[in-house]
């Protein structure tokens, strides 16, 4: 574990959201953040997901790349 203050967690979020651009989230991670939300809150995920494809332009991406 690295220490680098009161705003590690912070810093940490800034980091996991920033490296989601070129590297996505693997799908056991998102697995395990689906079934920590309540019914409420993952039913508001897909129209996050559609509202933010619309903006990227397209498809949705919110799973680890393929590097083929």
């Avoid at 070129?22 to 508001?44: C, F, H, K, Y």
Wanted: proline share 4%; no cysteine.
């Amino acid at each position: 574990m690295i220490s680098i203050g009161e705003d590690s967690d912070t810093i940490a979020a800034i980091a996991g959201s920033v490296a989601e651009g070129p590297w996505g989230v693997p799908e056991s991670i998102q697995a395990e953040t689906m079934s920590r939300l309540d019914e409420e809150l993952r039913n508001v995920v897909p129209g996050f997901r559609k509202a933010a494809a619309q903006r990227q332009g397209g498809g949705e991406r919110h799973s680890r790349r393929s590097t083929e």
